[in-house]
């Protein structure tokens, strides 16, 4: 990494490490306090974490509104009051009598769009507070359902122990989901509770666990991928010419070209990344601009 240097490191979060530490690690590894990161992961979850670094920071908002990939373990059988192994079990209710046909009823009924209410622990807010901390306090959180996207909801493994279900899944959702949540509703549905007891990201829109690197891993070589690489494997890529270049570099607008409604990167002759836009009434208004 060269001194200055802006872009995305795609870290494999470590089991127990918050995403703030990681964050911490990495400014002291990349040598900076620019850093910041994509799309938070629970303490006892594992997998990719978009870290970006300098300018990049920028773009981080833009991608955690992305597609994710979970692979998760739910227990059926008990049900916990963080909706997953961090909390204490709250009820539990033999799931011995679960049949697999229910069990994929119930995982099909979660599939597609779905309303979904985040866990009491989450950091939402309500009334300005975050619901984990009203939680803490012992207060009843009342969270509204929200519209999530469950594209993908595969089961990989069952394992049943006398009185509790282990289910392994394989999950893709819209940004927004909450898998432990997605635990509690399947263990209600079939009247016996659950929770999440593990929990991996494998992929946060285009960046998978083929390119994540561990902690360890990145304090010995830090491996970058710079934000105009970043932004070309995540969002439409538009190339303009020296003088749409120049308008774009003070914060000008385009016209539309027609490349969707999300992001999307401008990049000037030469190859540099310019800016990041959004087409609307037929221009493209800069979101963010990286030339000086």
Known sequence: MEPGESGLVIVDKPAGWTSHDVVGRMRRIAGTRRVGHAGTLDPM????????????TRLLGHLALTA??????????????????????TASASAAAVADEALRAGIA??????????????AI?????????????????????RPVAVHDFAVTGVRRHGD???????????SGTYIRALARDLGASLGC????????????????????????????????LPIGAAVASAFPRRDVSAEDARAVAHGGRLEAAGLGP??????????TLLALVEEKDGRAKPLAVFVP
């Open 193 to 224: 509770g659950g929770h999440l007891t593990a929990l991996r990201r494998t992929r946060v829109g285009p960046y998978d666990l083929g390119m994540a690197r561990s902690l360890e891993q990145l304090a010995e070589n830090l491996e970058i």
């Open 109 to 122: 009924a979660l599939t597609g769009p779905i309303e979904q209410v985040p866990p009491q622990v989450s």
């Open 125 to 145: 807010k309500v009334n300005g507070e975050r619901a984990y901390k009203m939680a803490r306090k012992g207060e009843e959180v009342a969270l509204k359902a």
């Open 164 to 174: 509790v279900i282990d289910v392994d899944a394989s999950i893709a959702c819209s």
């Open 68 to 89: 994710k990939g979970y692979d998760a373990t739910i227990r059926l059988g008990e049900s916990t009051n963080t909706d997953d192994a961090e909390g204490e079990i």
């Open 45 to 56: 979850a594992t997998g990719v974490l978009v870290v970006g670094v300098g300018k990049a």
């Open 262 to 271: 999300g992001p999307v990167g401008v990049f000037a002759p030469d190859g």
